[in-house]
């Protein structure tokens, strides 16, 4: 006799809520003001370059003219931690001032979008992050 995990079938995307969703969304603050404090104090970049980049991540929502799938898997590469810090340490190392400015920008990005309730995608539709499902 063999005995199997039961399936559940979910009706909704799971999503943090509660205390966890605000410290989540405070955590966003935090970065936001931490990378754009970082980049007017410790580079000499122009300050202009920060609007000019500040949405360029956004455009990797272009995934999503391919499928739900493509669309999410390159939005959330864009909108996750590691490719803007490995750019930075690069930059950093390298000592390239405007690609550490980059990677700051992109980092600023993903704290305000974490702190407006932009998540990271699922795969099952855009508006189904790991924050909760926006518009909600």
């Known amino acids: 006799m ?6 559940r079938v979910l009706t909704s995307t799971p ?7 605000r410290i989540l969304r405070s955590e966003g603050v935090v970065l936001l003001a931490a990378a754009l404090a970082a980049y007017f104090a410790g580079l000499d970049q122009p300050w202009w370059l920060v609007p000019v980049l500040l949405f360029v991540p956004d455009v ?21 931690y590691p490719a803007p810090a490995v750019l930075g340490v690069l930059a950093f190392v390298a ?5 550490q400015g980059v990677a700051l ?10 702190a407006l309730g932009y ?11 790991h924050l909760g499902r926006i518009g909600r």
Not at 15 to 21: D, E, I, R, W, Y
Request: no cysteine; proline share 5%.
């Open 95 to 99: 000592d390239q001032p405007l690609w």
């Open 15 to 21: 999503a943090v809520s509660g205390m966890p969703l």
């Open 60 to 80: 990797f929502m272009v995934g999503y003219a391919k499928s739900s799938t493509a669309g999410a898997r390159l939005y959330n590469f864009a909108h996750s």
């Open 2 to 7: 063999t005995l199997e995990a039961p399936h």
């Open 105 to 114: 920008v992109w980092l600023a990005h993903i704290g305000m979008d974490r």
């Open 119 to 129: 998540g990271l995608k699922y795969e099952t539709d855009f508006k189904d992050t």
